[in-house]
């Protein structure tokens, strides 16, 4: 069976960091776009940043400049490194993996909660 764990969530002041990760089990873990998604209570998933199998990235407007993901297929893991963390990046971080050419092959973690409180 698939498995996504997400892990590195926490309690953060703003404008502090988080580095996630999220290490994925029984996939072919270079052959997969992996994703980063939140959901904030009460709103819809979001989606946050994106890498390619080819190390392309892509990020939305709300983190761009603040977050970098990054993925090490060594060791089956795309990490997302969060900073100067605001109030709004509060949510529940999750790990998506989709793979690149059978897109019905997609995955997702349990989540890991962020918050952004002082």
């Known amino acids: 069976q698939v498995q996504l764990v997400e892990s590195g969530g926490g309690l953060v002041q703003p404008g502090g960091s988080l580095r996630l990760s999220c290490a994925a089990s029984?996939?072919?873990?270079?052959?997969?776009?992996m994703n980063w998604y939140r959901q904030a209570p009460g709103k819809q998933r979001e989606w946050v940043a994106i890498i390619t199998t080819q190390g392309t990235t892509g990020y939305a407007e709300s983190v761009k400049g603040r977050f970098a993901i990054s993925r090490d297929n060594g060791e089956n893991t795309v990490y997302l490194e969060m900073n100067s963390l605001k109030p709004e990046d509060t949510a529940v971080y999750y790990c998506?993996?989709?793979?690149?050419?059978?897109?019905?092959?997609?995955?997702w973690g349990q989540g890991t909660q962020v918050t952004v409180s002082s």
């Open positions: 029984r996939i072919i873990f270079s052959t997969y776009t």
């Open positions: 998506n993996a989709r793979n690149s050419q059978v897109t019905q092959l997609d995955y």
